[in-house]
């Protein structure tokens, strides 16, 4: 069993008024609007796993959550040792106005095992699937991968827990919109979620829900819970899977389909919806609302169309005017990357961006 972890450090901020602006262009609209009506001063909760040269990124995440949202967060850190006092004291030079706690915990394996979880995919990866077992006063939580950036407020997608049904445990997107190049459905030695698999980059938990649950399972009739299954699952998979923690989950909603809960890939658009060509018809038609830099596409010249929005989020300073230090800025950088695929269909990254700078300063308005 995974040890009780200490906090190594806490922090509180402020953060934006706490108004909610109605979201009337996009269906799911209505439903969310009135979820945060009716949660006004719900936290939050958004953990992310960080580890060797991943400091950066992981900060230009947690900038782009504050950005825009809307209610109180509190970030959950897991890194290793010798990112902490970094972490601190970078999160500490936030001058940013609302209301933001964190904690930070070390990398921490149950010790009968930590050698196998450390080795499985990337050092640090697993780590995630033991975020119920650690954190375990969380209800409810939003976990990212450290390559994520929130183009619209977080309390978006945190509205999704209110549309759970009595079965669903978890949400998530879609690793593929296209069966033709998907991976999963050409490439897994292990059974997968739905037609193209999942993706577990942007992952929305009911905790509570997750440790109570008894999981179908191909290992034996009897069902096991969260912290039951995840050992014998590697041990009987680690020979055929390729993505880690992320096939461990497939496998596991595979045999549980109907305790996920599926969000459109605009919530977690990723340069496989576009390199090929344009295959993600909700971001064309209403934006991206959260972007995913999976295959190191933020720091290298492959994606210009990606980096440059990494690039503008990370530049960005707190209380500058989004319009003209951000936005404009960026479309500029966008219109130089017609020549690629994903250059070709630059206005689905500004869109909804567009919309989450216009109605941030309409709530800023009305709070005066």
Not at 224 to 241: A, D, R, S, T, V
Not at 269 to 280: A, L, M, T, V, W
Not at 328 to 344: A, F, S
Request: proline share 5%; hydrophobic share 40%; charged share 25%.
């Amino acid at each position: 069993r995974c040890k009780n972890l200490s906090v190594s450090f806490w922090n509180s901020y402020w953060m934006l008024p706490s108004d909610v602006c109605g979201m009337n262009c996009f269906w799911e609209a209505a439903f969310r609007y009135d979820y945060m009506k009716t949660h006004p001063s719900e936290k939050m909760h958004l953990a992310v796993v960080a580890c060797g040269e991943r400091l950066e990124e992981t900060v230009t995440m947690l900038r782009s959550a504050i950005i825009f949202s809307i209610k109180p967060l509190h970030f959950h850190i897991f890194a290793e040792d010798q990112l902490h006092e970094s972490f601190k004291d970078i999160l500490e030079e936030f001058p940013y106005e609302g209301r933001v706690n964190y904690t930070l915990y070390p990398i921490t394996f149950p010790s009968e095992s930590a050698a196998e979880w450390k080795k499985l995919f990337k050092p640090c990866a697993s780590q995630r699937l033991f975020l119920p077992l650690i954190l375990k006063n969380v209800d409810s939580l939003l976990y990212v991968d450290t390559d994520i950036l929130f183009l619209r407020p977080v309390d978006d997608i945190w509205s999704f827990l209110g549309k759970f049904n009595s079965t669903q445990i978890a949400a998530m997107a879609p690793e593929h919109e296209e069966p033709r190049i998907g991976w999963y459905n050409r490439f897994a030695r292990h059974p997968y979620y739905g037609v193209t698999g999942i993706n577990s980059g942007v992952m929305l938990m009911n905790m509570t829900r997750i440790r109570r649950k008894y999981f179908k399972n191909d290992m034996t009739p009897v069902r096991l819970q969260w912290g039951e299954i995840l050992m014998p699952l590697l041990k009987k998979y680690k020979l055929n899977i390729t993505w880690g923690d992320q096939d461990l989950l497939n496998i596991m909603f595979f045999h549980n389909p109907e305790s996920l809960y599926v969000f459109a890939c605009q919530w977690n658009y990723r340069p496989d919806h576009c390199i090929y060509g344009s295959n993600c018809k909700a971001a064309e038609e209403e934006g991206i609302f959260i972007l995913h830099g999976n295959r190191g596409v933020y720091h290298d010249d492959k994606q210009p169309t990606f980096r440059a929005v990494y690039e503008a989020i990370k530049n960005y300073s707190f209380g500058d005017d989004l319009v003209h230090s951000l936005l404009q800025p960026l479309e500029q950088e966008l219109q130089k990357t017609t020549h690629t695929y994903c250059g070709r269909v630059y206005k689905v990254f500004i869109k909804q961006l567009t919309k989450s700078i216009r109605d941030l300063y309409a709530r800023r308005s009305k709070g005066r």
